[in-house]
């Protein structure tokens, strides 16, 4: 059985071990704290945060927990908004970012007791002509003795 924050903590591990281009890795909550005029300090970021959960309760006390686990990337370039998506150089790009999320991420239990991370959906979130933030969600199920 493991609780969310332990989830939490483990993806935001595997991502810091297998995503080299981050120069952030943490959960959204530190980024909400941070001020919006010290993002640039932060990219290329990702930020990982529970979304939901379901449960399936069966008659003889368990419950399997299916769990959304969303993986938000942020990058950010100065010229303009199309880099901050594509990449220019050597800086990477958010579909770039989101490429190597979901490769750091699919299939793998981060070393817990759970159902492998599976990928389920990746949107835009926000962005202007020096940022983009996208986001990609990750199921996963536990189970739990009662």
């Known amino acids: 059985m493991c609780t969310i924050a ?11 071990a297998e995503v080299s281009s981050l120069r952030t890795c943490a959960s959204l909550a530190h980024f909400l704290a941070k001020e919006i005029a010290d993002i640039a300090l932060v990219l290329p970021a990702a930020y990982v945060a529970y979304e939901q959960g379901e449960f399936d309760h069966k008659t003889n006390g368990v419950q399997d927990r299916t769990m959304v686990f969303n993986v938000f990337v942020m990058a950010g370039s100065m010229r303009g908004d199309e880099a901050s998506r594509h990449g220019c150089g ?7 970012l989101l490429d190597d999320v979901r ?44």
Request: aromatic share 12%; glycine share 6%; proline share 3%.
């Open 103 to 146: 490769a750091a991420l699919t299939n793998h239990d981060c070393g817990l007791d759970i159902d492998p991370l599976r990928p389920k959906t990746e949107h835009a979130v926000d962005g202007d002509r020096y940022y983009s933030i996208y986001a990609i969600s990750f199921e996963t199920r536990c189970r739990f003795f009662l």
């Open 90 to 96: 050597t800086e990477s790009g958010v579909y770039t």
């Open 6 to 16: 332990e989830i939490e903590d483990a993806v935001v591990g595997r991502l810091r």
